[in-house]
């Protein structure tokens, strides 16, 4: 379709900038969301360069209540044509649950749940106008595992947030798909940023994967229409394990796959 176009939030860094990277070479034209206007225009420079696309960006924080509609309008005022949504954006609070406050816990839960509801419920209907589309919901495998001390809404969320995708694939009849991509431990500034790199570098490297690959797997899962795609084998194993194991058991074996994550408070 005339002016069709990927937009992908948590653009500049991490998983978010390898699946824009991933979505160019397949000749996808972009929209780039991210909080820093210097990074969105850096990254938007070097994707139309390297590979002769389309790019543009808007700077927005997705921790105000706002933002959805602002991104909305932007590509509605420049008759862009969303085919493809990523809800990539996303962090995690470091301290216990008792600790944080609400006003920090709202924000967080703000870009990781209700800013995804919401830009997809503006652009939703635009697809189904449009006869199609595809939407990709960053999640976790954390979304699999037991409740930690650590990030306590961090996987209640991403929970949430694959039921949500599976839901979307309701709208199947009209063309459109919803993909729910939950990564293990993916090298990115993800952990730095959250404030638990050290727990990261305590993890054992097989189970760290590059962000790169997991970008093209979930790219790939995504076009294909799967409902949900957990990228390398290694944690394929590991979720079918978290699955079908108690979580007793699991608990013998947390500290090597979540170092630091179910530690007492």
């Known amino acids: 379709m005339k002016n069709s176009y990927a937009l992908v939030t948590g653009a500049t860094s991490g998983i978010g900038l390898e699946i824009s990277r991933d979505l160019a070479v397949r000749g996808y034209n972009l929209i780039l969301v991210a909080r820093t206007k210097e990074n969105l225009s850096k990254t938007s420079r070097e994707l139309i360069k390297e590979y ?3 790019c543009d960006y808007f700077s927005s924080d997705l921790t105000l209540i706002n933002s959805p509609e602002e991104i909305y309008q932007f590509t509605n005022q420049k008759q862009y044509n969303i085919e493809i949504l990523i809800n990539n954006a996303g962090y995690a ?3 216990a649950f008792h600790i944080n406050s609400m006003e920090d816990e709202e924000k967080c839960l703000r870009v990781l749940g209700t800013s995804v509801i919401a830009l997809t419920k503006k652009y939703i209907n635009d697809m189904i ?6 939407i990709m919901i960053v999640s976790s495998v954390a979304a699999f595992a037991p409740a930690s001390s650590l990030q306590s809404l961090y996987g209640p969320v991403k929970t949430f947030m694959n039921r949500f995708s599976e839901s979307l694939n309701f709208y199947n009849k009209y063309g459109i798909t919803s993909t729910a991509v ?19 570098d305590s993890v054992p490297s ?35 394990l ?24």
């Open 93 to 95: 609070l470091p301290n």
């Open 129 to 134: 106008s449009n006869g199609g589309g595809k």
């Open 52 to 54: 002769n696309i389309k």
């Open 242 to 265: 978290l699955k079908i194991i108690p979580h007793s058991v699991f608990s013998l074996v947390s500290g090597l796959l979540a170092p630091g994550r179910y530690d007492d408070i």
């Open 182 to 200: 939950c990564p293990g431990y993916t090298v990115t500034n993800f952990h730095t940023a959250s404030g638990v790199q050290e727990e990261m």
């Open 206 to 240: 097989f189970l760290k994967k590059s962000a790169k690959r997991i970008a093209k797997e979930g790219v790939d899962a995504m076009l294909k229409g799967k409902k949900v795609s957990v990228p390398t084998k290694t944690w394929k194993i590991i979720v079918f």
